[in-house]
Every structure is written in C-alpha cells, then in structure tokens.
C-alpha cells in the first residue's frame, strides 16, 4: 500500500483526560493545519512528533488542553491521520506537492485564452483516474467568442472518454451555480488549473466569502493581489458539499505513478491492452500490440498515446 494511502497512523498516547476528536483538515501552513471541528469551530493544531504528513481533505484525531474552568483551548494536537480513500498529488523529482485527500470530483479549470496546455490537462486527467477520482472538465472565458472553437475542437476527445465538459463564464454566477453545482452536491470537489484560467474567479462565483477571506490571508502575509498560495478547503453554499481550492500550476509531474498506475490512468487503453501479445508490451513497435491496432483503427487517438508514452519513458528513465 502507497505511503500516501495507508491505515491510519498512531503516535504516543495521550493522557487519559484528554479525549480525541475527529476533525477535518481544511488548510495546511507547513507544520500547522487548520482542522474544522464536528461543531463547524476551527482549530490551529500541530502533530506530534516528527510525523508532518497530513493533507487538506484528511480527516484527523486531534486533541485540546483544557484550562481549569474547563474551557478547550485555541490551539490543538494532531494524533493521527485516518484512512484516506484516495489523494491526489503530483511529484517530480525536486518535490511532491499534495492537493487534497478524499476527493470525489476533480474540476480541471481551462480557457478560451490563454491557451491551455494539452500536456497539463492530459496529465491532470492521468493523475485524477490514477487515483479512482472522477473528472470534470470546464471551458471558461465562453464570451472570447474568438477562439472558442479551437478550444472546443482541442476538448473534443475527452468527451468521448465520457469526461463532462462544461462551458461557462466564470464573471456569470448565475450561470456557474446553474451549470456546475449540480454536479459537485454531496461531494468533496477539488478546483484544479493552470495559471490564468481564471480559477480564483469561479472559485468566487461558488463561494463569495472565499475572496474576502484569501484577501485577509494576503494582508496578513504583507502580500500584493491576491494568488491562491496554499491549498484550503470551503463549505458549498448552503452545506452542498465541500469544494478544494489549489494554486496554479504550471508543471504537473506523475513521477510517484508506477506502470500500471499510468496505465490506469488511460481508460480507452482497457478494452484492447489485453489483447496485446505481451505482458510487458511498451504499446510501442511490439508485434501484436492491441493499443497500437486501436491507434490505427482511430479507436484512441495519437497525442493521447504519445502522452502515455512521455510518462512511461521519464519515470522509467528517473528510476535509473
């Protein structure tokens, strides 16, 4: 089992008076995290020990000193991380950057303009069903009337991976709540995109209070315009679920997915990777290769294979 995935995990007892709550992990500062409380209160808590690997999405044990009115304190301890169903990350070989754990929906933010990365997007979509997690796809910018059909074109086959596409102007909030809530009600969902995608103002449009509370953040940092920093999670209004917020990326490393994780992560391989003549087929010049023989066929497309292709040569290569 993946160290990112496992059961949960123990640290030394505690004393007797002090008896845990489960909470959950809404920001993560390095060693500190914000945990929200069964009661809607949030606490400040830090692990003990040296263990330091909890995430946005977690659900945690934590426990709070009392005084001697009994009152808890503002300030906790984090005894132990539960079991996650799932958690999706990107890694290369400098760093690992964790979004959220227990995650339902990835909606992967791109636009009309800037152009978005075919790239990025493919190895978004690779990392979420690496995961078990499915996935959204959003057309924003919609009024860039210029443009909007090459971006349609670009999205096209993805679709067909039964992926939902939706398009939007993220200024419209009428709209966002019509088209996209629907789909995030009585889930966790994870906000995912490149820089300039404008992320931050679909994030707004389905949670108001998230751009006064980030401008507080930037005032308390001595911070300019706000950018989304850290990873935090909201309450959907009117407690319809709960929606992550991640920064902008522009590199999106799987390096942590191992051959048959990416290879998961490729749902249109599935019918014809098992027709495949060997085993261990590359899916590249082997005879009897039923993924090249879909590929000619026009049953799964040639950018997507060439990404597969991309992933399996540089984790291979950076395993050496």
Request: aromatic letters at 6%.
């Amino acid at each position: 089992m993946s160290k990112h995935n496992q059961a949960k995990r123990h640290t030394p007892e505690v004393d007797a008076s002090q008896k845990p709550l489960i909470g959950r992990v809404i920001s993560a500062h390095g060693r500190h995290y914000g945990v929200e409380l069964p009661d809607g209160t949030k606490r400040l808590c830090y692990p003990r020990g040296k263990r330091n690997d909890a995430t946005v999405g977690d659900y945690v044990d934590v426990v709070f000193d009392t005084n001697q009115s009994g009152s808890v304190g503002k300030e906790g301890s984090l005894l132990a991380v539960h079991s996650r169903k799932n958690i999706l990350f990107r890694s290369d070989e400098n760093r690992t950057k964790q979004f959220a754990a227990n995650v339902d929906l990835v909606i992967i933010v791109t636009a009309v303009e800037p152009i978005f990365s075919d790239d990025l997007l493919g190895r978004a979509l690779t990392g979420s069903w690496a995961a078990n997690i499915q996935p959204l796809i959003i057309l924003n910018k919609v009024d860039l009337t210029q443009g909007i059909l090459a971006a349609r074109q670009r999205l096209a086959p993805y679709q067909t991976l039964s992926v939902p596409v939706i398009e939007l102007c993220a200024h419209d909030s009428n709209q966002v709540h019509a088209l996209l809530l629907p789909h995030m009600q009585n889930k966790t969902s994870l906000l995912l995109g490149q820089s300039g995608m404008g992320k931050s103002t679909l994030l707004n449009a389905l949670i108001p209070s998230a751009q006064a509370a980030t401008q507080m953040h930037s005032v308390a940092l001595g911070a300019g315009k706000h950018t989304t920093t850290a990873t935090r999670l909201y309450h959907l209004p009117n407690d319809q679920g709960y929606l992550v917020d991640s920064p902008g990326f522009q590199a999106f490393g799987l390096l942590h997915l191992s051959r048959s994780e990416i290879e998961q992560g490729f749902p249109e391989f599935r019918p014809f990777n098992t027709q495949c003549r060997f085993y261990n087929c590359t899916h590249q010049h082997e005879p009897g290769c039923g993924v090249l023989e879909a590929l000619a066929r026009g049953d799964i497309t040639a950018s997507r294979l060439a990404l597969f292709q991309r992933l399996i040569e540089s984790n291979a290569a950076a395993k050496i």
